[in-house]
């Protein structure tokens, strides 16, 4: 069946540091990929998405590429906020007729002042 | 920004008893899914609607549970018999349409389990 695997956290930067949160699927066909965050106390917002190889997908300065020779759809950022602090979550819908998605475990962000 | 709104935010409810769990998703969408996750653990798919009938569900999703939209705006979440391991956080969420369409989630409710 479908699987995201997402990098262990928690994930302590300092502000204006670089990010990188690894992520990697497998799926039967072509998904689409998304990075949902969730700040705290708060539901899931689509950060953003990508629906075929090689499309770049990017919101906030956040940015993330579907990679099917590597399965990988990894997040980045080059200088991250303290008000990007907040759990990422690696997602994958492939189709059928109900496009549910299946989350990676989520990668929680502290970004220190 | 059109939201989903999920209520309660936090239900307590003891063992045995019955929950039901609601959500208004964006009007004009037509795709409706429950998700759950258990502390610490990853966001699991638990069902999808849609023309009012159940699409998918997952096994998670046995005869305890069940969805309805009784009114055309509200889609609701029914346990019948609430069990120890059913505390976690649930989430509604909607889709205007498939492939492309992103999903947009509530805020969750979380349900606490005696």
């Known amino acids: 069946g479908d699987s995201v695997t997402q990098m262990e956290g928690p994930v302590t930067l300092s502000e204006e540091a670089f990010l990188t949160i690894n992520c990697t699927y497998t799926?039967?066909?072509?998904?689409?990929l998304f990075w949902y965050v969730q700040y705290p106390g708060e539901g899931l917002q689509l950060l953003l998405k990508?629906?075929?190889?090689?499309d770049k997908g990017s919101n906030k300065g956040f940015e993330a590429t579907y990679r099917k020779e590597t399965t990988s759809f990894h997040l980045e950022k080059g200088s991250v906020q303290v008000s990007d602090s907040a759990v990422y979550f690696c997602?994958?819908?492939?189709?059928?007729?109900?496009?549910?998605?299946?989350f990676g475990k989520g990668t929680l962000l502290t970004v220190n002042p | 920004e059109p939201e989903v709104t999920q209520t309660p935010s936090h239900q307590v409810t003891q063992m045995g008893q019955e929950v039901i769990l609601r959500c208004v998703p964006i009007?004009?969408?037509?795709?409706f899914y429950w998700y759950r996750q258990i502390l610490g653990q990853k966001v699991e798919f638990l069902v999808s609607?849609?023309?009012?009938?159940?699409?998918?569900k997952s096994e998670i999703f046995d005869d305890q549970f069940s969805v309805e939209r009784p009114d055309g705006s509200n889609f609701t979440l029914k346990i019948r018999s609430t069990k120890l391991e059913d505390s976690a956080m649930y989430f509604c969420?909607?889709?205007?349409?498939?492939?492309?369409?992103?999903?947009?989630f509530g805020d969750g409710t979380r349900l606490s389990i005696l």
């Open positions: 990508a629906t075929k190889a090689d």
């Open positions: 997602a994958l819908d492939s189709g059928g007729s109900n496009y549910k998605l299946t």
């Open positions: 969420a909607c889709a205007a349409g498939r492939g492309n369409q992103p999903q947009h």
């Open positions: 799926a039967t066909g072509y998904p689409s």
């Open positions: 609607f849609y023309n009012n009938e159940i699409s998918e």
């Open positions: 009007s004009n969408h037509l795709y």
